[in-house]
Structures are given as C-alpha cells and as structure tokens.
C-alpha cells in the first residue's frame, strides 16, 4: 500500500512558520543538501549580524542622551536651530542682567524657563511621532527662509521641452 499524502491544509489556514516551512521545502528540493548548509549558514550569520548591531544601536543610543557619558551630545549639538534659540534666550537673559534691567532672582526665573522650553523641545518629537534628526530637519527647513517660501507657494507646472 502507497503511503498516504497528508492533506494539504490551504495557504490561509497555516501559520506563519508552516508558510516559511513549506517554502524552505520549495527552494531546497532542487538544492543537495550538503550545500544547503551554506545558504543556512549565510542566515545564522546574517542574524546574528543584525542582533549584535541592534544591541549596540540601543547602547549609543541611550549613552547619546545620558548627560554623564562620553557620548553626550547636548540639544545643540543635535537640533542646531534649536540650540541656537535656546542660547540667544539665554544671552539675552544675561546682557539685561549685566545691563541692570533683571536681577539674579530674574535671571534664574528665566533660566528656569529656558529649561522648560528645553523639556518641550525634547518631548516634542514624541507626541508628533518624529525622531530627533526629523525634528530637526524639519527646524532647519522651517527657520530658512527660501525652504519656507518653496513649501508654501504653490509647486510649478514641469516644463515640457520639445
């Protein structure tokens, strides 16, 4: 008696792995196994490749942002546009206090409020859904005034050359 054949279940009712599987079967029954090893070994690498960059990835990142490490990089360094607000609101902070206008008490107000504005900044890129470089792309393409002209008029016909 021929053995029997299971039942081939429809694409729909498998699951993922068992999709995978079967097209794993597909691509190696042409292939000898002992240059399959090969193809499998090229994907163990390659994952752990990607793994090991993963890892590292959220190291720096996390070591970008914490203010005592090696790797800090201050809001300035990051967003220039806003770097270089929130150092002209706090110059213009100390030329009036060195002008008389403010006192000490005033200036630490402001410089309080300056941090604030910092806080903001920071938060801003995750109630909008942006990274830190979108945000600050887009900064640098709002505070320049040619890019804010060329977003906000209507954009050309192309021209056609004949």
């Given at each position: 008696?021929?053995?029997?054949?299971?039942?081939?279940?429809?694409?729909?009712?498998?699951?993922?792995?068992?999709?995978?599987?079967?097209?794993?079967?597909?691509?190696?029954?042409s292939?000898?196994?002992?240059?399959?090893?090969?193809?499998?070994?090229?994907?163990?690498?390659?994952?752990?490749?990607?793994?090991?960059?993963?890892?590292?990835?959220?190291?720096?990142?996390?070591?970008?942002?914490?203010?005592?490490?090696?790797?800090?990089?201050?809001?300035?360094?990051?967003?220039?546009?806003?770097?270089?607000?929130?150092?002209?609101?706090?110059?213009?902070?100390?030329?009036?206090?060195?002008?008389?206008?403010?006192?000490?008490?005033?200036?630490?107000?402001?410089?309080?409020?300056?941090?604030?504005?910092?806080?903001v900044?920071?938060?801003?890129?995750?109630?909008?859904?942006?990274?830190?470089?979108?945000?600050?792309?887009?900064?640098?393409?709002t505070?320049?005034?040619?890019?804010?002209?060329?977003?906000?008029?209507?954009?050309?016909?192309?021209?056609?050359?004949?």
């Open positions: 008696m021929p053995p029997r054949k299971k039942a081939s279940r429809s694409r729909e009712d498998k699951s993922l792995e068992e999709v995978l599987w079967d097209a794993a079967t597909a691509l190696r029954s292939m000898d196994a002992a240059e399959y090893k090969y193809v499998v070994l090229g994907l163990i690498f390659l994952k752990y490749v990607s793994d090991t960059f993963m890892v590292r990835h959220d190291e720096l990142a996390r070591l970008v942002d914490e203010q005592g490490s090696e790797y800090f990089m201050p809001i300035a360094k990051r967003n220039i546009v806003a770097g270089r607000k929130f150092s002209e609101m706090l110059a213009q902070s100390l030329n009036r206090y060195q002008n008389r206008t403010i006192d000490a008490a005033q200036v630490m107000a402001e410089i309080v409020e300056i941090a604030k504005a910092i806080k900044q920071r938060k801003r890129g995750e109630t909008t859904g942006l990274t830190e470089r979108e945000l600050a792309f887009y900064d640098a393409l505070s320049n005034e040619s890019a804010r002209l060329a977003i906000t008029t209507k954009p050309c016909a192309p021209s056609r050359t004949n």
